[in-house]
């Protein structure tokens, strides 16, 4: 296993974390077993995350003890490669709409001492007011208001200085567009507030979609 960032190992060509939960899977993915350490594979076509990392991602503001607020967690796929990055020290908010795909998510959750399930629009981030400020939001909500949603959250929970990973669904924003147009819209939108680092299509692992890391000032 080769670190490439922190908490994220290359192995044979693609991406792993370590289980923090070993012994459990939480979406059927294969896992490696290396020096007594359980390792589980992050599928690149079930995760957007994991999908950038193999498109080249420069960065991965994650590290050991990070506070994470996850934006349309759904079954907690990547949120439990974030859980495993963070570790016992680390936290990841985990909000999600759908009742359907909060029942799966709790059955992770119990067994992650990291994760805490909200069922919760992420629209009304007033509803979840009690949780603290945080170093990253990751967010993943095909909705056309979905910069609105971003920026609605980073006001009230974000760090100065914190990170934005924000995976971007061109169709569920604008049908009548070219893909390309909107994440250059998203970009320069995005400017006016946040400084984004790095922004990248998914295909061919996620069709429509884009990935941007961005800083809050």
């Given at each position: ?22 012994g ?17 594979y ?44 963070v570790?016992e ?8 709409f ?43 909500v ?16 974000l760090k100065?200085?914190?990170w ?38 998914l295909?061919?692992?996620e ?7 961005a800083?809050?000032?």
């Amino acid at each position: 296993m080769k670190d490439i960032f922190n908490g994220v190992y290359k192995y044979r060509g693609e991406f792993y974390t370590k289980n923090m939960d070993p012994g459990e899977k939480v979406y059927g993915e294969d896992t490696v077993k290396l020096d007594k350490l359980e390792y589980r594979y992050w599928d690149p076509n079930r995760s957007k995350l994991a999908a950038a990392l193999k498109k080249g991602l420069k960065k991965l503001p994650l590290d050991k003890g990070s506070k994470v607020l996850y934006l349309g967690a759904a079954q907690g796929t990547t949120a439990s490669h974030i859980s495993d990055i963070v570790e016992e020290n680390g936290i990841v908010y985990c909000v999600e709409f759908s009742e359907r795909a909060v029942r799966d998510l709790l059955d992770v959750c119990e067994r992650r001492v990291n994760m805490v399930p909200i069922l919760s629009d992420a629209r009304k981030p007033y509803e979840y007011e009690w949780i603290e400020k945080v170093d990253v939001i990751y967010q993943d909500v095909a909705q056309p208001d979905q910069i609105e949603i971003m920026k609605r959250n980073c006001s009230r929970f974000l760090k100065s200085g914190g990170w934005v990973m924000f995976a971007v669904k061109a169709r569920a924003m604008d049908v009548t567009k070219e893909p390309k147009e909107i994440y250059k819209e998203i970009e320069s939108e995005l400017r006016e507030s946040f400084g984004v680092v790095e922004l990248m299509e998914l295909d061919p692992f996620e069709g429509d979609h884009c990935f941007v890391l961005a800083r809050k000032p």
